[in-house]
């Protein structure tokens, strides 16, 4: 007997894939671009590795700096500040 995967996408690419079809990403997605200090949501677009983690969909946050192609976003959880590393492709300007 086997046990169940326990990966960060484990039962959830079922919500992924039915809000989002993969063959509709075009060039415009992975060539988007912001401003510091703009507030942005977080959409994962995709189950590739650098999407962030399912639970922070819906979050909105604000853009802090760049590194590289991807940008830090600063969100609030409760009384807690956390900082991610999103690319480009999974923000959206709100």
Partial sequence: MSNNSKGQFS???????RHFKPSKLSVN??????EIGDTVAIVPKSNNRDAPHPRYRGRVGKIIDRRGMAYVVEIRQF???KELVIPALHLEKV
Avoid: E, M
């Fill in 29 to 34: 997605h992975h060539i988007k671009s912001f």
């Fill in 79 to 81: 009384r807690t500040v």
């Fill in 11 to 17: 039962g959830r690419t079922r919500n992924i894939a």
